[in-house]
């Protein structure tokens, strides 16, 4: 199960989430920084990646073409780099659930979700 986080996401994430999610990057780690949404969306889905975004944009597409990419939306407004790092590794097994459900497109993750 990897991620992909969108630009709008710190490229130190994938880092410290490593251990529980190996082989998740970041858009800009990619080299695909000012990519449109197209583009990203494309690339999460033939690559095998959850795509992980603040962008509302990326909730949209899943409501309008579904998975694949499976998206997960953090509702976490400015929180910093350690929360939502620790967000994400919180969900993990939740996260896992969702990704192997066949029926689900999105997965709202928010501030109020943390243990």
């Known amino acids: 199960m990897k991620l992909l986080l969108d630009e709008n996401l710190s490229p130190r994430i994938p880092a410290l989430l ?3 999610y190996p082989g998740s990057s970041q858009i ?15 690339y999460a889905k033939s690559e095998g990646f959850i795509l992980v975004s603040k962008d509302n944009d990326f909730r949209q597409r899943s409501f309008q073409y579904g998975a694949p990419p499976k998206v997960v939306w953090l509702s976490v407004g400015n929180a910093g780099t350690g929360i939502i790092a620790n967000l994400l590794r919180d969900a993990m097994d939740e996260i896992k659930r969702f990704a192997d459900s066949p029926d689900e497109a999105l997965f709202v993750l928010s501030v109020r979700d943390a243990k």
């Not at 800009?28 to 494309?42: A, F, I, M, P």
């Open 28 to 42: 800009e780690l990619l080299g695909l920084r000012g990519s449109s949404d197209t583009l990203v969306w494309e």
């Open 18 to 20: 490593e251990d529980i």
